[in-house]
């Protein structure tokens, strides 16, 4: 039988409507082109049914133009092992989707090109017009690698070939000017699957209308993930492969060992290496030093030592000023606007807790400018291959360090990041611990709680007491998660932990305008979406705060001001009495009153107690509860800021501040192992198919948070 060739395709790139798509192998450098392509003008959601991150933005060309560039989750290959890998397959099987890719440009790292040809010829072989960037150029050169490109698009079909070094712009307009031309796809395929099984292949053309055999191939192999079938489809599919003997698994080994026999005698052809120098050999020297099984621990340590000295004193300045101006502005209001509901809804609800969030945006920014630099340089690469072996000891593959390291900033994805993680036993491990990692929402809690009973002293003159607290702090959450895993481990009998198999890219100068975009990005989420939480929650707050049933906060008022006449004393301290009775029997005040019995061993008042249930819809409502309810009745002429006003409450039972050593201690134990985020029960829920686990998880963090507290206060009090 004569094998049938794909039709070619080419396509206008003067159309408005021009998608492209970035895709390659992690660490090819191709978010770094994203950032470089779009700019600012881009923005994050979610490809529809899934929770992967989308990111997508607008270029501008030379001509005029704007196209619009989507930014593909890494892969190795056109076969997914995740959900993240999962995505590539379905946008460039989906044509009537639109986000299906007009052009596609593979970014590949010139340094390891082998593997990378790999992914860039099983897209060719769709169909789709394509160009090939060959990124990390300078790096290539710097090892003496030197590469001919036009006998190598020679042999991929007269594709466009460009050198680029996306960190600092190299051939960034070269490939502008590229994407106004007109791509055409070459008429035959770098590798012709359909001898592989022609009639099921030929079946499959025929039955979906499919472009090319490669993509009918795929389909055969992919279609149970494939949203974009219908059931129908997806059953004539299945007796398909049934009555054919379809064998996926023996078909995928033996395409990828064809295209890897096509591939390298290629590169012996166009590829050239001198003496390796350079870059290569000075990161293997640094890597004797910072995998080590001692200095490894020693400077990563070193370096989260540094990141919450960094958070406390570099950060002071700023919350403070943050801090003045929200007191400012709610006096403003409180003394402009004319008197009324509306005007202390604003000065005492809305703005507080807005402001209560808003502080703390100088230190979750340093917290991700430490992050993304870590992550620029090649360094993170190396905290998860030095921490795998100790994952494995406690019954965690060595991919659950992706996911805990990505805790540290959200819950929410880094439970999502476990699908790249083979063993449904170790994976469920790593989801269950994975909230005890300090998150950002955290972070807010932390620092509040810290700097009203830590001394801002610095000892040896760098050691910031504040640091050394927050940075423990973060090291009990990876503590907890460690000994939860290890019991973990016993209780479902999970099999030895897998092994972790990845790359370790060069090291190489932090490019900035990356490090800007994701502090940038991540910060702006912070701030929109804890704000829409707390300003909901405040706005509820103040109301419950400010109304109370009956008359019975009148009542209270009218007591303390007989009270007052009959012994009459200091106006000031009347009018804060006043406002904390009226507080007291508030629907608020109720509500707390009513669980203030549970939380007392752990010596919470009952407005702790309302913090503690407002801030299950998200741990950093928290301040932002506090911040409402101590602005309450305030008159705001003191100046006085959320810290001062915490700083100031009184504990009516001993006529000490509120905030003692051990309350402060035992609040910042609690919220380390509670588990206050609906979001990530959500997500667990999701995860693991039903309520079982997230139950599980909520009941076991909950008891230990509890009980944790319980034991920290009685042993400090």
Known sequence: MSTPTATAKSINVQKSNLTVALAGNPNSGKSTLFNLLTGLNQKVGNYPGVTVERKSGKCSLPGGQVVDILDLPGTYSIYPRSTDEQVVTNVLLHRSSSHYPDIVIVVADMNNLERNLLLFTQIQDLGIPTIFVLNMADQARKRGLRINTKKLSQHLGQVPILLMNA?????????????????????????????????????????????????????????????????????????????????????????????????????????????????????????????????????????????????????????????????????????????????????????????????????????????????????????????????RKVGLNGRSVVPLISGLAC????????????????????????????????????????????????????????????????????????????????????????????????????????????????????????????????????VLASYGPGQRMEQAEQQLLSEQAQMPGDEENMDNAIASARLEHSYAGIMGKWIEPAIRPLGYDWKIGIALITSFAAREVFVGTMATLYSVGEDFEDESTIKSRMQSEINTETGGPRYTLAVAFSLLVFYAFAMQCMSTVAIVHRETNGWKWPLIQMAYMSVLAYVSALCVYQILA
Not at 186 to 192: E, G, K, N, T, V
Not at 283 to 297: A, C, E, L, P, W
Not at 320 to 349: C, H, M, R
Not at 464 to 477: A, D, I, P
Request: hydrophobic share 50%.
């Open 411 to 542: 819950a929410v994805p880094a439970i999502m990041a476990t699908r790249g993680i083979d063993n449904w036993k170790d994976r469920l491990i790593t989801i269950f611990v994975t909230p005890f990692m300090s998150c950002s929402a955290r972070l807010p809690v932390y620092t509040i709680l810290i700097a009203l009973v830590v001394p801002n002293r610095t000892i040896w003159g760098f050691i910031n007491l504040q640091g050394v607290t927050l940075m423990g702090m973060y090291l009990l959450g990876f503590a907890a998660a460690m000994v939860s895993a290890l019991l973990m481990k016993y209780i479902i009998r999970a099999q030895k932990g897998g092994f972790l198999i990845m790359e370790l890219p060069t090291y190489r100068w932090p490019r900035w305008g990356n490090v800007f975009m994701m502090t940038y990005e991540k910060s702006k989420t912070f701030v929109i979406e804890a704000g829409k939480i707390i300003l909901a929650v405040s706005i509820v707050l103040w």
């Open 167 to 391: 960190r600092n712009g190299e051939g960034l307009n070269e490939l502008k000017a590229l994407l106004q031309q007109q791509i055409k796809q070459h008429a035959s395929p770098f590798y012709d699957v359909f001898p592989l099984f022609p009639e099921a292949i030929a079946e499959v053309k025929y039955l979906l209308k499919t472009q090319t055999y490669y993509e009918a191939y795929l389909v055969l192999q992919h279609f149970e993930q494939l949203p974009f079938l219908s059931a129908s489809e997806k059953e004539q599919l299945t007796h398909l492969r049934n009555q054919l003997h379809f064998d996926k698994n023996t078909l995928q080994i033996e395409e990828t060992k064809e295209r890897y026999k096509r591939i390298q005698p290629i590169l012996d052809e166009v590829l050239t290496l001198t003496e390796e120098k350079g870059t290569t050999s000075f990161s293997q020297k640094i890597d004797r030093i910072v995998t080590h099984r001692v200095f490894g621990y020693l400077i990563f340590f070193g370096i989260l030592f540094l990141v919450f000295q960094a958070i406390f004193t570099w950060a002071t300045v700023p919350m403070d000023f943050i801090d003045y101006l929200f007191s400012q502005l709610s006096e403003w209001v409180k003394v402009t606007l004319p008197e009324g509901v509306l005007t202390n809804l604003l000065a005492e609800g809305v703005l507080p807790g807005i402001g209560g969030i808003v502080i703390f945006v100088p230190q979750i920014a340093i917290l991700f400018v430490f992050i993304a630099i870590l992550e620029e340089t090649g360094y993170m690469a190396r905290v998860v291959f030095l921490m795998d072996k100790m994952m």
